[in-house]
């Protein structure tokens, strides 16, 4: 078969799409792929796209090829591996013009199912099977490494690096081991009879990759808890959230079972619902242990009155929120930015609370770990704000780093020796001018520094009051605490030139994924963007700085109703038509295509920069 | 009660326990709630079983929710941290705190509408994971902080202050318990001391979930003619199966009694309830018999008390959990944090 001529010739800069049914087991192949051609030092950029399904629905993963580092999704698809004839006709559609369809061609397909301007490349992936396998699950499984083999041999992968995976999971069974290498070699040798490989779309051996680590942002949130020193996770299951508590009891399995007694130093409650999970952190926290939770959207709208409890009681929590498609059940498996306003201002009455945006896994387990430092230095809520995209997918980031002689933090807490040096302990008393209390663990002194703590109006000492004067001071307090956030929070992540430019461009979060890549586009067009990354609520006065430097901003977030602009607007008093929102909230991650696509429309509106020639 | 505010001083010829604790020491501030509330009742016999145990007031950590019993913890154990936590949701913040630290002891406070009501879940799921805890639930069948409602305790047909009839079944807290499995059930009468100091007693040398349930009469809205929770209609149909002396391991069993009145339950920690039987055929170590019994009197309009059943080998979350023997708030950076070598092994492992 001879491709068309304008078939696409793209080494190491290209996206081959999976299209698989949900349960089929084509999740480890399409792991295998992805991870040979990082082997080989080639990034890539992977994502999964699946239904809030066990078994049946169409179910899509998407690989990007590219050289360059970019990581987010690039849009378009160049090859499409068409494994489910459901989704067989909007899988053909998305292929660029001049790209590949790989398919199983066993059952030949009528002309006009393909589409001239897309090279078809069938294998009869079924045949193969039947031919080889007479269980179903072993056909069944089989054929997804057979087609990993055939693409081994088209896309030029090598299969070296494949074997060495097989290795690598089936060590000690040695029979898996052996099946696999077969059933890779039969894949291959069709494809190098049958075609001319590699294909124009190929891999190549870099240097792109160096050590760099592949990992997703739930597991790295859960490393983060255990290097953070959580003690205490309490859960409940919902999508995209429960694999981070997972992760935490498999990561705690081997680095927090104490080996001489094989007793655990970490406790792991499965709770009955999202109210019980978090009224456990909050006990926990009260007892001065470590503990969070991890949750989604629908989870937070069921914790409001706890965590304005634990913001007025001043106890400290560690919450995960890893974002999904909302508002109500929403779209569960896909990706949003769209619980800024609903975790900012959470519970009723005047709340705020700190938030954190990790923008990959790295920051992820960085951040996790922060998390406790700064719920026990500010004895409030802590929100570590995941997504979906970071949370689920696979990301290639540096590898993660920790400094051993750092310590806990644990904030301010009145020991039994500060009480008997007749320390004055009153529990909501601002001894130091930055709205932070001491605080005292029960059981701390037989007759000193107890309290009650309550959700009910409390003047300095913790005595129940509803004297209005007692009240306010108290609420000024929490408002000065808030101030002292700004000074421990992660600072904003700012990019300007000396002068500079007219305007600019923020953004948050996973959106990271897709922005570099965007402004070097909008460079090449002739707008370039000061860029702030926000990495924290409440923001830093470097934010609003940056703001009024410019004359316009371009806020960049994965919502419809621009919640980031809000908080902006609201928290630095912010004129609302100076900050022109770029949104996305389909579900699906922001791309480099619409962020360039969406400014350079909006820039030229707001006459930006100059409409120049740029030089070729 | 009395809006008087007691002296400081302690008078010297106060008896005073092992620790060279009084009573006074046990005690908390002055109640706010309404003169001959059944709860101010059971706060005295919370403040005597701690006194009479020996236990230093710090090491007791006491939560509840919203309500009148909710608001209990502060007129008892003043020198104890305490946690007035939202409505219906102290089971949860009690599971919290006892993981952090399980070497204090647990004492949760609540009432029938926050137990029953608003809070049956967690009432329920902090009992079936065998909470290390006393939970005890001052059921007066009505919301008194809001005047009167009825709350799910009050029994079909009983009759508010206002003259409304009760539509609904009751939940039976007690029963509730014991098939959610509870290792400790209890119910007691606010009216009946005697009865009730053992009870929490033997509760909090109870390894696991123990719940006592105590009818406490509302006198302001739920101790009329036609209520089912009221003083004298309690004291009409008590059904008393047993007395319990609580034996610790360190006293010696002095209490006489008759061969055949009494029953030993010898428990794990090698301590000792006595039980003076009221019932010859009540055992309380038979699950089974003791839904049997419960149900038939609750048909008859019978209100039981007593210690109802007792798992004499129970364990709690902390077993279930096989977490370290020391509290979990207490492990230093050494314990918890892997350090910058093993987090080098798994970046490897992530390539």
């Given amino acids: ?616 | 009660m009395t809006y008087l505010a007691k002296p400081k001083i302690h008078h010297p010829s106060l008896p005073k326990n092992a620790l060279g604790f009084t009573r006074r020491d046990y005690e908390g501030a002055i109640s706010t709630l309404c003169a001959g509330c059944g709860h101010d009742s059971i706060s005295a016999a919370i403040i005597q079983a701690f006194f009479e145990l020996d236990v230093p007031p710090h090491r007791v950590a006491k939560l509840s929710g919203i309500g009148c019993s909710s608001k209990t913890p502060t007129y008892f154990l003043g020198n104890s941290h305490g946690f007035n936590s939202v409505h219906g949701r102290m089971p949860s913040v009690l599971t919290g705190a006892a993981l952090a630290n399980r070497d204090l002891i647990y004492l949760g406070v609540s009432g029938d509408g926050d137990s029953a009501s608003i809070g049956l879940g967690q009432f329920a799921h902090s009992l079936r994971r065998g909470v290390n805890m006393v939970y005890i639930v001052e059921n007066n069948g009505v919301y008194g902080l809001t005047k009167g409602q009825f709350s799910a305790t009050a029994d079909r047909g009983s009759k508010s202050k206002r003259g409304a009839i009760n539509l609904d079944e009751s939940i039976d807290l007690a029963m509730l318990a014991l098939t959610l499995g509870a290792t400790f059930v209890a119910r007691g009468f606010s009216g009946d001391k005697a009865q009730l100091v053992p009870l929490i007693k033997a509760a909090v040398e109870h390894k696991g979930a123990a719940l006592i349930d105590i009818v406490s009469p509302c006198v302001a809205f739920n101790n009329h003619a036609g209520s089912t929770k009221s003083y004298d209609y309690v004291r009409e149909h008590n059904d008393a199966v047993n007395r319990l002396d609580f034996i610790s391991t360190r006293e010696e069993i002095t209490a006489d009694y008759a061969p055949g009145e009494t029953r030993d339950v010898l428990l794990h920690d090698g301590g000792t309830i006595r039980l003076r039987k009221l019932n010859d055929d009540y055992d309380p170590t038979d699950k089974v018999g003791v839904t049997a019994f419960l149900e038939a009197r609750r048909a008859a309009g019978e209100v039981v008390t007593g210690l109802l059943y007792l798992h004499p080998h129970s364990t709690d979350l902390h077993g279930a959990l096989d977490t370290v023997a020391v509290p979990l708030n207490s492990l230093t950076d050494a314990d918890l944090v892997p350090g910058e070598e093993a987090l080098a092994a798994i970046n490897a492992g992530l390539r």
């Fill in chain 1, 1 to 616: 078969m001879t491709p068309p001529s304008t078939a696409l010739s793209r080494v190491n800069d290209f996206v081959v799409k999976f299209a698989n049914v949900n349960g089929s087991g084509s999740a480890s192949a399409n792991g295998l792929f992805a991870k040979a051609i990082l082997r080989m030092g080639v990034p890539v950029a992977a994502r999964n796209i699946f239904p809030s399904n066990i078994q049946g629905l169409p179910t899509w993963f998407e690989v990007r090829v590219v050289e360059a580092g970019w990581r987010g999704r690039r849009g378009g698809v160049d090859m499409a591996v068409a494994m489910n004839p459901q989704t067989w006709d909007k899988d053909l559609a998305e292929v660029d013009a001049g790209g590949y369809v790989f398919y199983d061609s066993t059952r030949p397909l009528p002309p006009s199912k393909l589409r001239a301007d897309v090279t078809p490349i069938g294998v009869p992936l079924t045949a193969i099977c039947n031919a080889e396998y007479s269980d179903p699950r072993q056909r069944q499984l089989f054929k997804n490494i057979i087609y990993l083999g055939a693409l081994s041999a088209l896309l030029d992968i090598d299969p070296a690096e494949i074997e060495k995976l097989f290795g690598e999971q089936y060590k000690g069974k040695e029979a898996l081991l052996d099946s696999n290498r077969k059933a890779l070699k039969l894949g291959r040798d069709y494809a190098l009879a049958n075609f001319a490989c590699p294909l124009p779309v190929r891999v190549q051996r870099s240097d792109k990759v160096g050590d760099r680590i592949f990992i997703d942002g739930n597991s790295a949130a859960a490393l983060g808890c255990v290097y953070g020193g959580a003690t205490v996770a309490a859960w409940y299951p919902i999508t995209p959230s429960s694999s981070l508590a997972e992760a935490f009891a498999s990561h705690c399995r081997k680095l927090r079972t104490d080996k001489a007694t094989g007793k655990k130093r970490y406790a792991i409650v499965q709770a009955e619902d999202e109210l019980a999970s978090i009224g456990m952190v909050i006990g926990a926290a009260w007892n001065g242990a470590r503990a969070f939770t991890a949750t989604s959207g629908p989870g937070i709208s069921l914790m409001q009155e706890f965590l304005g409890l634990a913001y007025f009681a001043e106890i400290p929590a560690v919450l995960f929120d890893v974002q999904r498609g909302s508002p109500s059940t929403g779209m569960p498996t896909r990706t949003q930015q769209a619980d800024l306003l609903c975790c900012a201002y959470a519970s009723h009455g005047d709340t705020k609370h700190v938030m954190l945006f990790p923008e990959d896994p790295k920051e992820s387990f960085e951040f996790a770990a922060m998390a406790f430092d700064l719920a026990d230095r500010l004895q409030t809520p802590i929100f570590v704000m995941l997504d979906l995209d970071i949370g689920m997918q696979d990301w290639l980031v540096d590898p993660f780093e920790w400094d051993d002689s750092r310590r806990m933090d644990r904030g301010k807490v009145m020991t039994a020796t500060m009480l008997d040096a007749g320390r004055d302990f009153g529990r909501y008393l601002d001894v130091d001018g930055d709205g932070i209390p001491y605080r005292t663990y029960p059981g701390t002194h037989a007759s000193k520094g107890g309290y009650f703590t309550r959700g009910t109006t409390k003047d300095r000492y913790a005595k129940y009051t509803e004297e209005g004067p007692a009240y306010v001071d108290n609420m000024q307090r929490l408002q000065r605490k808030f101030e002292t956030a700004k000074e421990h929070v992660p600072a904003p992540a700012v990019q300007q030139g000396t002068k500079p430019a007219k305007s600019g461009v923020i953004w948050f979060g996973s959106t990271g994924a897709a922005m570099g890549e965007s402004l070097a586009a909008l460079e090449a067009e002739g707008i370039r963007l000061d860029r702030l990354r926000i990495r924290a609520f409440p923001f830093a006065d470097a934010v609003a700085e940056f703001i009024h430097a410019h004359e316009h901003v371009f806020v960049v977030e994965q919502n419809r109703d621009a919640q980031m602009k809000s908080l902006l607007v609201n928290e630095c008093g912010i004129d609302p038509a100076k900050l022109i929102s770029i949104l996305h909230y389909d579900g699906t991650p922001v791309t480099a295509r619409y962020i360039t696509r969406e400014i350079t429309e909006k820039a030229r509106l707001f006459n930006v920069a100059p409409l120049r020639k740029v030089a070729p």
